[in-house]
Each structure stands twice: as structure tokens, then as C-alpha cells.
């Protein structure tokens, strides 16, 4: 009897425990729906705090379900022989039928880090959905899919890592074509204006239906769908031989601007400053390809957020150089064509330098400091067919991740540098026209001067022109020409050298042959 009545008075003990946390919980889930007035660190406080008092939350039987017009919290109780958990809101009861279908999937292996060193005779297992999205607000205005946001912990610590994936699905009641769509999470310190940022890293995104979105993420946190508008679609087996092409046109480009530095330098000195402006535009273009390389080839989860950062500023930095340098032939390429008299810039090449070298590192690092996160990965989607419809794969690489960035300093500096350069060129050809016109017959010299302007300013910057044109009928044809012509670009600079060193060469011998027939002359 004595016992009987202990066992019934520890009973009471836990339900009046009860009675008194559940409230407690579902006042502070009622709280954090109310956005007016509430900031980051508001946000990041009451749901630490909301998940160690569902973690200590005490009660009976092996699940708990609390829940409030937008929050919805659940527990459950664990063994080191969890046998895997599937969680779906199209089974469990008291769902609203406003909110749209979600589901998760633990794995069996959920459990075996925290049981690797000892058996705890309990675990617990907490999942925290939140149907509005004010509390995960970063310094982007991202859009998530449905505003839906999907959490779960194990337990006190944290869990990454995980040999099989966390499974979540995200349903919408339209279909999601004309959107890139990428399986995120949130990570907390990532932003400077917020408590955190959402992040691809350890998530794998698959679209099984147009309607749907699944994502197979190594860790447990909080999750969401991002969503963005898209242009028209790169099919996904476009992918491996896009790659293939980039890869190699670099390697090859690497090598010849190589090569071409040490022709440079064991050919005899120059006083003019056209062969330094040449070999700059080179040195940009070995930078490029090095830096592109480096980027897609290191995005994460290879390597941490803030080496993603720098690999990004660094390839952003060698396309404005690389563009600058362009622009600064064509420059160059007028004052040799269109001058009348001898035109003497004081210190010409230090200024160039300075421009071409200087100007894109201030704009690089003047981004850095206002706002880092313009760089890091970026999320690059190709679309894949699919029985019901298009779905989406994502590759991530170290780039500009703000849109505006990318339209003003990348497409629009791209723009306007190749628009230059073809002003110059056709101006270019004008002149010479007129040249032959005015000689009766055409002189060697001629179609000399017109394959050194074609390709000093065709090469230099007018294939760039080729990213305007991706839209439409014209984007496939467009990526494969861009990307051959593009990677390729420090060979095709390599040809040009070839061919004007042979040249000089040749003057060189004619001057030389000139000078000895007329000392036996005379």
C-alpha cells in the first residue's frame, strides 16, 4: 500500500509539473508569433529558450504535439535502438487545412553519435515548425517557399554530419516552374544585419514533382525551401559537358598565358608601351582562369563560408580587371589609329596600370566593407525532366550572390566594355577602308594592319558580348560559344602574340637585309 501510494503521489507530482510547463511553452510559442517590435535578438533568445524548455519538457507517453496558429512544436522520446521516424502533416491530427503538406524523415543513424560512448536511457528529439517567416529574416529579403520553416534538435548538442540524410519535403499548390528553388538553412552569426543567414551547405536539393521539393541535408537545424525567379532554364545534361568544356579551355589558357610571359621576357626590350599593355591584359586573363578554377571547383561544404567569400571578391576582381583591360586596349588601339601628332601622356603606362589594376580592387574591397555578403555561394541551376514535370539541379560555386551586384558590375561592366570595344573596331576598320581606298592596289601591309585590328579587338573583349544573349532561342547556341570562346581566351591571345612577334621578326630581317644591301652598295 505504501508503495502504491508513493507511485500515485510521484503521478500527481508529474502532472502538476505538467499542467504548469505545457502552458508556460504554449504562452512563449503565442509570443513569437507577434512580429511588431520584436528584433533579432528577441527572436534568437525565445527560441533557445523555447527549445530547452521543450527539451525538459516533461510528459507522458512517447510524443507530445503543442501548437498555435503558426507554430507548431513536437517532442519525442528516443532510444539508442531508433529504428528511423517519418513524420508527415497529411497524417498527423489537429493540422490545419490551411497549411500545405510538409513531412520529415530521420534516419536510423539519427541516434548513433550520441550512443557511440554511452547508452542515455533517454533521448530527445524536438521539431519546431514555423508557418511565417519574420523571425528568419537576412540581409537579402530571401523568399521562401510557403514561409515555411521546418527545425529539429537532438537532444542539447548539436548534430552534423550525419551519414545518411535528414529527408524533408516541401509541397506548394502550384506548380513551381519558372522559379529556382534551393533547400537551405539557417545559420546563425552568418550576417552582420541579422542573427543569421540562410545557407546550402550539407543540403542536397531534388524536385520529384513540379510541386514538390525534397531536401537530403547531413545536419539538423532549421530548414527552408529559397526561392528565386529564374530565366529560362539550362537543361541538366548540359551540365557535365559545360563543365568539361570550362575545365579544359582554362587549363589550356593557363598554359598559354604561361607561355607567353616567358616569351616576353626572353624577347628583346621594348621602349613602347603597347607590348606592357598586352602583357597586362595577359596577366588578368592567367588570374581569371586561376580564379575561376579555384571557385567552382572549391564552393562549400569543401571549404568554409569566408574562404567561399574570398574566392568569390577574387574571381570578381579578375573579371573587372580582365574587362578593364580590354577597354584599356581598345583605348590604346584609338590613340595609335586616330592620332594626328605624337600625343605624350606623362607616365601613360603607370596611369594605365593604376586604372586597370586599381580601380576594380577599390570597387571589390569598397563591397567588402559595406556588405560581404554579396559574395560567397551561389547557387547555379540546371533544370531536369521529369515524369510530371521539370525539376531542378543545383550546383553551388563562389560567386556574387546579390542580383543587383551582378547586373551593374558584372553584366553591365561587361556590357559596356564590349560595346567600346566594338565602337573601336568598327571606327578601326573605317580608317583602314580609307587607307586602301587611296592606294590602287592592296599592299601586304594592309592585310597586316587588318588581322592585327581584328584580332587585337576582336579577341579583346567582343565575345563578352555573347552573355547578352542569354535568353530565348539564343541561349544554348550562346552558352556553348561563350564558354568555348571565353575559356579559350588566353590561347587565342597566345595566337595573336605568335603571329605579331612573327611579324616583327620578319620586319626586323627586311630592315637587316635593307641596311647590308645598301652598305654593298655603296
Given at each position: 500500500m505504501a508503495t502504491n501510494r508513493l507511485l500515485q503521489e510521484e503521478r500527481l507530482a508529474q502532472i502538476s509539473n505538467t499542467t504548469e510547463t505545457l502552458p508556460d511553452i504554449l504562452n512563449m510559442m503565442k509570443r513569437l508569433e507577434?512580429?511588431?517590435?520584436?528584433?533579432?535578438?528577441?527572436?534568437?533568445?525565445?527560441?533557445?529558450?523555447?527549445?530547452q524548455k521543450l527539451l525538459n519538457a516533461s510528459f507522458?507517453?512517447?510524443?507530445?504535439?503543442?501548437?498555435?496558429n503558426s507554430i507548431q512544436s513536437l517532442v519525442f522520446k528516443l532510444s539508442c535502438d531508433f529504428p528511423g521516424l517519418s513524420l508527415s502533416s497529411v497524417t498527423m491530427r489537429n493540422i490545419s487545412k490551411a497549411w500545405a503538406p510538409h513531412a520529415m524523415q530521420f534516419p536510423a543513424e539519427l541516434t548513433k553519435g550520441a550512443c557511440a560512448t554511452?547508452?542515455?536511457?533517454?533521448?530527445?528529439?524536438?521539431?519546431?515548425?514555423?508557418?511565417?517567416?519574420?523571425?528568419?529574416?537576412?540581409?537579402?529579403?530571401?523568399?521562401?517557399?510557403?514561409?515555411?520553416?521546418?527545425?529539429?534538435?537532438?537532444?542539447?548538442?548539436?548534430?552534423?554530419?550525419?551519414?545518411?540524410?535528414?529527408?524533408?519535403?516541401?509541397?506548394?499548390?502550384?506548380?513551381?516552374?519558372?522559379?529556382?528553388?534551393?533547400?537551405?538553412?539557417?545559420?546563425?552569426?552568418?550576417?552582420?544585419?541579422?542573427?543569421?543567414?540562410?545557407?546550402?551547405?550539407?543540403?542536397?536539393?531534388?524536385?520529384?514533382?513540379?510541386?514538390?521539393?525534397?531536401c537530403h541535408c547531413n545536419h539538423l537545424t532549421y530548414f527552408a525551401v529559397l526561392m528565386q525567379l529564374s530565366g529560362d532554364p539550362v537543361p541538366a545534361e548540359l551540365q557535365v559537358p559545360l563543365e568539361y568544356i570550362s575545365f579544359v579551355g582554362c587549363i589550356i589558357s593557363i598554359v598559354a598565358s604561361l607561355l607567353i610571359i616567358l616569351l616576353y621576357a626572353h624577347s628583346r626590350k621594348q621602349s613602347d608601351s603597347v607590348p606592357h599593355i598586352h602583357m597586362n591584359l595577359n596577366g588578368s586573363v592567367l588570374l581569371l582562369n586561376v580564379a575561376f578554377l579555384l571557385s567552382s571547383q572549391m564552393a562549400p561544404p569543401m571549404v568554409p563560408t569566408s574562404v567561399c567569400v574570398v574566392l568569390a571578391a577574387l574571381l570578381h576582381y579578375a573579371l573587372l580587371s580582365c574587362l578593364t583591360w580590354m577597354a584599356i586596349e581598345g583605348f590604346n588601339l584609338y590613340l595609335l589609329l586616330g592620332r594626328v601628332y605624337n600625343v605624350y601622356i606623362r607616365r601613360y603606362l603607370l596611369k594605365l596600370c593604376v586604372l586597370g589594376w586599381g580601380s576594380p580592387a577599390l570597387l571589390v574591397l569598397l563591397?567588402?566593407?559595406?556588405?560581404?555578403?554579396?559574395?560567397?555561394?551561389?547557387?547555379?541551376?540546371?533544370?531536369?525532366?521529369?515524369?510530371?514535370?521539370?525539376?531542378?539541379?543545383?550546383?553551388?560555386?563562389?560567386?556574387?550572390?546579390?542580383?543587383?551586384?551582378?547586373?551593374?558590375?558584372?553584366?553591365?561592366?561587361?556590357?559596356?566594355?564590349?560595346?567600346?570595344?566594338?565602337?573601336?573596331?568598327a571606327w578601326a576598320l573605317w580608317i583602314l577602308c580609307k587607307l586602301r581606298a587611296r592606294e590602287k592596289a592592296l599592299s601586304p601591309g594592309a592585310y597586316r594592319d587588318t588581322i592585327m585590328v581584328l584580332g587585337l579587338t576582336v579577341l579583346l573583349g567582343t565575345t563578352w558580348a555573347l552573355?547578352?544573349?542569354?535568353?530565348?532561342?539564343?541561349?544554348?547556341?550562346?552558352?556553348?560559344?561563350?564558354?568555348?570562346?571565353?575559356?579559350?581566351y588566353g590561347f587565342f591571345l597566345f595566337l595573336w602574340f605568335c603571329s605579331q612577334r612573327r611579324y616583327s621578326d620578319a620586319e626586323a630581317k627586311a630592315e637587316m637585309e635593307a641596311v647590308s644591301s645598301s652598305q654593298v652598295t655603296h
Open positions: 507577434k512580429p511588431v517590435g520584436r528584433s533579432g535578438s528577441y527572436g534568437v533568445r525565445h527560441i533557445h529558450q523555447l527549445e507522458f507517453g512517447y510524443n507530445l504535439t503543442l501548437q498555435t554511452s547508452r542515455p536511457a533517454e533521448l530527445r528529439l524536438i521539431c519546431i515548425y514555423f508557418f511565417t517567416s519574420h523571425l528568419f529574416q537576412d540581409g537579402h529579403n530571401s523568399t521562401l517557399l510557403n514561409n515555411y520553416i521546418l527545425g529539429a534538435q537532438l537532444d542539447h548538442s548539436p548534430l552534423n554530419n550525419l551519414p545518411k540524410p535528414v529527408n524533408i519535403s516541401f509541397w506548394h499548390n502550384q506548380s513551381l516552374e519558372g522559379y529556382t528553388v534551393t533547400c537551405v538553412f539557417w545559420k546563425e552569426g552568418a550576417s552582420k544585419r541579422s542573427w543569421g543567414s540562410w545557407s546550402p551547405e550539407g543540403c542536397y536539393t531534388e524536385q520529384p514533382s513540379p510541386s514538390q521539393v525534397l563591397l567588402l566593407a559595406v556588405k560581404s555578403s554579396v559574395y560567397g555561394p551561389c547557387v547555379i541551376s540546371f533544370s531536369k525532366s521529369q515524369e510530371n514535370g521539370t525539376g531542378f539541379q543545383n550546383v553551388s560555386m563562389c560567386w556574387v550572390c546579390s542580383p543587383i551586384v551582378h547586373r551593374v558590375l558584372v553584366m553591365g561592366y561587361g556590357g559596356l566594355t564590349s560595346l567600346f570595344n566594338l565602337v573601336v573596331l552573355a547578352l544573349f542569354s535568353f530565348g532561342v539564343f541561349l544554348l547556341p550562346q552558352l556553348f560559344l561563350f564558354t568555348i570562346f571565353n575559356s579559350l
